[in-house]
């Protein structure tokens, strides 16, 4: 399945689990070897009263993750075409939280991705030494980044959507280093458990440009998290008003946040399945 070019292989662990290894998980991800995917998504059954299922999540490398934004849009739409519920909204447990993705008439789906977490010793960063960049009611912290040619140093917004993220204002998304700067926030000390580094372009009030370095899967042409988590800082850093139309390589999400600490995020996007098939997963790897 895919979400705004964000893909996923989705696994019907409802029946019984699977038992894959970190190998495994990215067999199934290798693009040359395997069925090729951004992330491994799990169908697990509820484990608890007023849960409709576990949504287990597996970046390309293998590792397991607390969130996926894209990907919860596209567990919707398949637990439905599985026929695996009747229900056109859901309750679902993942490693961060429960979220609660719902399938809308126009074939869309929107996802209330819970409040955003601003206590950085729980996203996690470790801010210990660094002096911030004060802007409006948010904190921008600096980050060292060691280049071939030298030490840059860029401001990033800290927050998490169920997993840390990382935001940075460029001009222009098209010639923003990505592909260079990307990985060295991702890997960054000051981010224990790694961090997905978001690159946002200001369009206008009501909409941005995004790009995101994901943590474990490398750019991808669309982040939901990232996507809510530019949003969230934009409106915070007084960019931005809600809703926002944030235009990825893969696709449009809207995203809304009313801007109180408290309330929850609401991503809005497309969930499409592009094949269903079968593969041999081999034991040893």
Same mark, same amino acid.
């Given at each position: ?95 961060? !939280? &429960?979220?609660?993705?719902? =399938?809308?008439?126009?074939?869309? $789906?929107?996802?209330?991705? %819970?409040?955003?977490?601003? #206590? ?113 800082? !934009? &409106?915070?850093?007084?960019? =931005?008003?809600?809703?926002?139309? $944030?235009?990825?390589?893969? %696709?449009?999400?809207?995203? #809304? ?29």
């Amino acid at each position: 399945m895919q979400g705004a070019g964000n893909d996923f292989v989705m696994l019907d662990e409802t029946r019984a689990r699977l038992g894959l290894s970190t190998a495994q998980y990215r067999f199934l991800a290798d693009r040359h070897f395997g069925v090729g995917a951004d992330q491994i998504l799990s169908v697990r059954p509820s484990p608890g009263e007023g849960i409709d299922f576990e949504y287990v999540i597996h970046n390309a490398d293998g590792g397991e993750v607390e969130q996926c934004g894209n990907g919860a849009r596209c567990f919707v739409r398949f637990v439905r075409d599985q026929g695996l519920t009747q229900k056109n909204a859901v309750r679902v447990k993942t490693m961060s !939280g &429960i979220i609660e993705p719902r =399938l809308q008439d126009d074939g869309r $789906v929107t996802v209330d991705m %819970g409040a955003p977490v601003f #206590d950085l010793a729980a996203v996690p960063f470790d801010a210990a030494g660094l002096l911030p960049l004060v802007d409006k009611y948010w904190s921008k912290w600096p980050l060292d980044l060691d280049l071939r040619v030298g030490v840059a140093t860029v401001f990033v917004a800290v927050l998490s959507m169920g997993n840390p993220h990382a935001v940075q204002v460029v001009s222009d998304v098209d010639t923003a280093p990505v592909a260079q700067t990307g990985p060295l926030v991702e890997n960054h000390l000051r981010f224990p458990r790694r961090v997905n580094a978001g690159f946002m372009q200001v369009v206008s009030r009501r909409q941005i440009r995004l790009r995101v370095y994901e943590r474990g899967a490398g750019e991808t042409l669309a982040c939901g998290t990232g996507a809510c988590a530019a949003v969230v800082a !934009g &409106i915070r850093s007084g960019l =931005l008003d809600s809703p926002v139309d $944030v235009q990825t390589r893969g %696709g449009q999400l809207t995203i #809304d946040w009313s801007g109180d600490l408290q309330a929850p995020v609401l991503m809005t996007g497309p969930a499409t399945t592009v094949f269903a098939s079968e593969i041999d997963v081999p034991d040893t790897l």
